[in-house]
């Protein structure tokens, strides 16, 4: 089984930053994708950013300049900075990651989502 942890929510106001962090622990034998989702009430889940096991990087369009996502692979950590919040990048923000396990040449790979962390950004 595997675990995702999230820390580093809050409430901020408006143009200030934070940092997300999510670490990934248990029967890990190598993460691919890993990525930050968010939602609000009433609306879907929607893709924040995601960066591949090679450290390429997606970003949606409401974020692009302002959120910077990175990972540290040998700690099994996701991160996303936020710069420039404003109100309506208040949500649950999720971390996702792709985890690879299985021994004796057996290997699974699926998704697995961290608890969620509250961002408040007052205006």
């Known amino acids: 089984q595997v675990q995702l942890v999230e820390s580093g929510g809050g409430l901020v106001q408006a143009g200030e930053s934070l940092r997300l962090s999510c670490a990934a622990s248990?029967?890990?034998?190598?993460?691919?994708?890993m990525g930050w989702y968010r939602q609000t009430p009433g609306k879907q889940r929607e893709l924040v950013a995601a960066?591949?096991?090679?450290?390429?990087?997606n970003y949606a369009d409401s974020v692009k300049g302002r959120f910077t996502i990175s990972r540290d692979n040998a700690k099994n950590t996701v991160y996303l900075r936020m710069a420039s919040l404003n109100p309506e990048d208040t949500a649950v923000y999720y971390c996702?990651?792709?985890?690879?396990?299985?021994?004796?040449?057996?290997?699974?790979?699926?998704?697995?989502w961290g608890q969620g962390t509250q961002v408040t950004v007052s205006s």
């Open positions: 960066i591949t096991s090679a450290g390429g990087t």
């Open positions: 248990g029967s890990i034998l190598r993460i691919n994708a």
């Open positions: 996702t990651a792709n985890v690879q396990s299985g021994s004796y040449g057996v290997y699974t790979s699926r998704d697995y």
